[in-house]
């Protein structure tokens, strides 16, 4: 359904959760919250389940909307998920019940819910959930923050290439509605922490080069994280940074996640399609941007990764 059909979907429900996915991003976390403001003011009843992988960078925009413990909600709606693997363990209990709605963004969408709202043509989660909000009522700024947060945190402060004349004109009509965008800028893109250049240094120094430096492969390993202290919040977005080498075109991100499991990201520029590299693993995403989590050690998941890149450049 398209986003007018789905805004006269929620209309008619209540008691709402909305849930958001595994180690969430602004998009997920903004587009829950804003969603959520918005059936607020219609006099709904509306819930974001708790996540516990939700770092303080994003926590504060949470407050207020998370659903008590014995919530019993009649309609479950998923937003920026796009596949089972992504549900957090809470999440799962309703994944087995059955989501009602699925709003998401991604092209590898898997189709789990009874009625689904997604445009792979959006830059953010957060651009699709505006408009479903705008049909809902008027755009309020406690609406528009957490979404300003969504499409901004999911285009690299509009740096990256997803980003649209239509993701502007999004972002424009939020900041309208009378936001504080100077300060979400600085928060979300330039604040680090000192752990944070740290870690950024390390990465440089183990980064390797392939293709003639257009590839770049990079760690972020449990003993890194520990030898300096750091929290999720070091290394949020932290796939982004490996991109920015001057003469890289595939940039990959492996995150040691706990011993034996490893998270990868990869990030492109250079027309290798991203979804269809991380597909190879059990993974999705966009052609631009995408991921995937595999078993084994570091070294395993590098020497993954480079023959799915491998595969995909080769067959074109």
């Known amino acids: 359904m398209d ?3 789905a805004a006269a979907l929620l209309r008619e429900q209540d008691a709402i959760l909305i849930l958001t996915h595994k180690r969430p991003d602004g998009d997920t976390i903004g587009c829950a ?13 509306a819930w974001v389940l708790p996540n516990r992988d939700a770092t303080s960078l994003f926590t504060p925009y949470l407050e207020g909307y998370l659903a008590p413990e014995a919530v019993r909600p009649a309609f479950v709606v998923s937003v920026d998920i796009a596949g089972r693997s992504l549900f957090t363990p809470e999440g799962e209990v309703w994944l087995t019940r059955g989501i009602d709605l699925a709003f998401d963004h991604h092209p590898s969408y898997e189709g789990f819910a009874a009625a689904c709202c997604v445009d792979p043509g959006r830059a953010a989660c957060g651009e699709l959930i505006y408009d479903v909000v705008r049909q809902l009522g008027p755009v309020t700024a406690e609406i528009a923050q957490p979404l300003y947060v969504a499409v901004s945190t999911d285009t690299g402060c509009f740096q990256y290439g997803n980003t649209t004349p239509a993701t502007h004109r999004v972002a424009a009509a939020l900041m309208e509605a009378g936001i504080d965008y100077a300060s979400l ?6 604040t680090k922490s000192f752990r944070r250049l740290r870690i950024e240094s390390m990465i440089v120094e183990g980064m390797e080069r392939y293709d003639g430096g257009k590839t770049a492969v990079a760690t972020v390993t449990l003993a890194m994280m520990a030898a300096l202290g750091a929290h999720e919040e070091d290394v949020e977005d932290i796939a982004a940074f490996v991109g920015q080498t001057e ?6 991100t492996i995150r040691e996640l706990a011993e034996g499991e490893c998270k990868l990201s ?9 979804t269809r590299v991380c597909a190879l693993l059990g993974g999705g995403g966009h052609a631009a941007a995408a991921g995937c989590t595999v078993k084994g050690s570091v ?13 995909v450049q080769r067959d074109g």
Do not use: P
């Not at 003469?247 to 990959?252: A, D, L, N, P």
């Not at 990869?266 to 991203?274: C, D, P």
């Not at 070294?299 to 595969?311: M, S």
């Open 266 to 274: 990869v990030r492109t520029s250079g027309g290798l399609n991203a």
């Open 247 to 252: 003469g890289v075109e595939t940039s990959v």
């Open 299 to 311: 070294a395993d998941a590098r020497e993954a990764i480079l023959n799915a890149i491998r595969t």
């Open 185 to 190: 800028n600085k928060r979300h893109f330039r």
């Open 33 to 45: 919250v804003g969603l959520c403001a918005a059936l607020r003011k219609l006099g709904k009843q």
């Open 3 to 5: 986003y007018r059909e």
